[in-house]
């Protein structure tokens, strides 16, 4: 399964000159996201995953001079489906987030979206690094 986003978030009747027309503040161009799940033949039990996410290049100003830049990060897991566990369904689950432990920047939120105020900028925070989740799900 997947998706990808095409936009054109455009500044219309901007109060800064030089905004006119330029993309908004932390938006990408394009989005997408990619997701395989791979169920082991004769197991019914074991099953593999990938998820692939992009994010385009974003602007960190509303004049569109400072920017971010575009970047991929890869999320693997494995699951495994047993009743062996109180008798009752139980998935066991290991993933790792940013497998390759991109460093990259996930939120862009201007700080003053009119820019009325002098020196107002914009705040920016860092994406999650390289993580390991285990987990058990127990159905009764």
Request: hydrophobic share 40%.
């Amino acid at each position: 399964m997947g998706g990808v986003a095409l936009i054109q978030p455009k500044l219309k009747k901007a109060k800064q000159a030089c905004a006119q027309g330029k993309i908004v503040v932390g938006e990408p161009k394009v989005q997408s996201n990619l997701l395989f799940d791979y169920v082991v033949p004769n197991t019914n039990k074991l099953a593999l995953s990938a998820n692939l996410h992009y994010t385009g290049k974003r602007y960190a100003d509303q004049c569109n001079v400072n920017a971010v830049p575009a970047y991929f990060t890869t999320d693997l897991g494995i699951r495994y489906v047993t009743k062996e566990w109180l008798g009752k369904q139980t998935t066991l689950r290991f993933n790792v987030n940013n497998v390759f432990d991109k460093k990259y920047w996930v939120g862009m939120f201007p700080s003053n979206i009119d820019r009325t105020t002098t020196g107002a900028g914009t705040s920016i925070f860092l994406g999650q690094s390289r993580t390991f989740m285990l987990s058990a799900e127990v159905k009764f």
